[in-house]
């Protein structure tokens, strides 16, 4: 039984091949060296050790490796490390693990001070129960860092399986006495190898008898959540909106006038968020309006007769009236839809 999830950090949790791209050529550049680099030399720059990958993908003499080893590691923290990103649905699996109660680690080649920087620019730090890399002088095996992260967490390798992209986490979770799942998505592995080609197919090797993800919906055209919540959520086919006031996301400020008028502008709102959701209101199933005063509902219910003219059926309603609002609005409406 699985108890335990370790990732490989480059290519398994995020895309950062932008900056280590960027990095290595502006290293071997800043030594002096002027010649070009395949796309082949630039991926085996991925995954091992600093050292290693000057001196095996970039074939740079030993004289050369302690001083691009500096210069790498100076300008990825200026610059390269701001240009990655998460593979999509990456947040989602890791929502998906943890509410399996697994514990998550990162085992990578990486140092741990800056894969922890890393994964807190990337907004997914608190999903690991520890994270682990090499040490400053990379004398660290792959199956070194696994074993550090295993007795971290308190979960044996036969109790764990290792997520990576290339041979050298293959190798180190053999080594380690983990399972292993390969990802089809980053820098080693291709896709048609049998691998996981996206981070839902890792959620697919682990429990082939289904388990839902939820997905987190955000959109820049409706009003931005300002709290600990999401603006909406996709889950099990259907859509779960947070409740939308008439504020204008161009502006961020409420809405002025009637309850009508804020009532136009929350359904602008939620059609954005259902459209993000890749569905629209003649899905929804369920809407639940909260009013300043019941003395507005018939100017409101106008609005959202009109909102709803298109459905094939009537979502169910309820409307209630309530002390107060958020930013002392006049209506509030929360919806949930079908996909």
């Known amino acids: 039984m699985v108890k335990a999830v370790l990732f490989d950090f480059d290519g398994t949790l995020a895309d950062s091949s932008p900056g280590i791209f960027h990095t290595a050529l502006y290293t071997v550049r800043k030594l002096g060296i002027e010649r070009e680099y395949t796309d082949e030399e630039l991926r085996r720059f991925i995954g091992p050790p600093l050292r290693m990958c000057f001196s095996v993908a970039f074939g740079l003499d030993e004289a050369l490796l302690d001083p691009a080893v500096e210069i790498y590691r100076e ?170 006031i008439p504020i204008d996301p161009a502006t961020g400020n409420v809405v002025e006038g009637s309850a009508a008028d804020q009532a136009k502008q929350v359904f602008k709102n939620i059609n954005e968020v259902l459209k993000a959701a890749g569905t629209d209101i003649t899905k929804v199933v369920k809407a639940t309006v909260f009013l300043k005063s019941m003395d507005d509902f018939g100017a409101v219910n106008e609005v959202y007769a009109e909102a709803f003219k298109s459905s094939p059926v009537l979502p169910a309603r309820s409307a209630v009236q309530v002390g107060k609002l958020p930013k002392d609005v006049q209506v509030e409406i929360e919806v949930i839809a079908l996909v």
């Open 75 to 244: 300008e990825y923290r200026r610059e390269g490390m701001h240009m990655m990103s998460l593979y999509p649905g990456m947040s989602e699996l890791l929502a998906a693990l943890k509410a399996k109660g697994l514990k998550l680690a990162v085992a990578t080649f990486k140092g741990e001070i800056l894969v922890k920087q890393c994964l807190d620019n990337l907004g997914v730090l608190s999903f690991f129960d520890t994270v682990r890399g090499s040490n400053e002088v990379e004398t660290r095996t792959k199956s070194d860092i696994i074993k550090l992260a295993l007795d971290d967490i308190g979960v044996s390798p036969e109790e764990a399986v290792m997520v990576g992209d290339t041979e050298t986490d293959r190798g180190g979770a053999l080594s380690a006495g983990t399972g292993f799942i390969g990802v089809g998505y980053g820098f080693g592995f291709r896709k048609g190898e049998g691998y996981a080609d996206s981070p839902e197919g890792i959620l697919r090797v682990l429990y082939p008898e289904g388990v839902e993800m939820i997905e987190k919906i955000e959109t820049k055209s409706a009003p931005a959540a300002i709290g600990p919540y999401s603006q909406a959520v996709k889950a099990g086919g259907m859509v779960f909106a947070s409740g939308q």
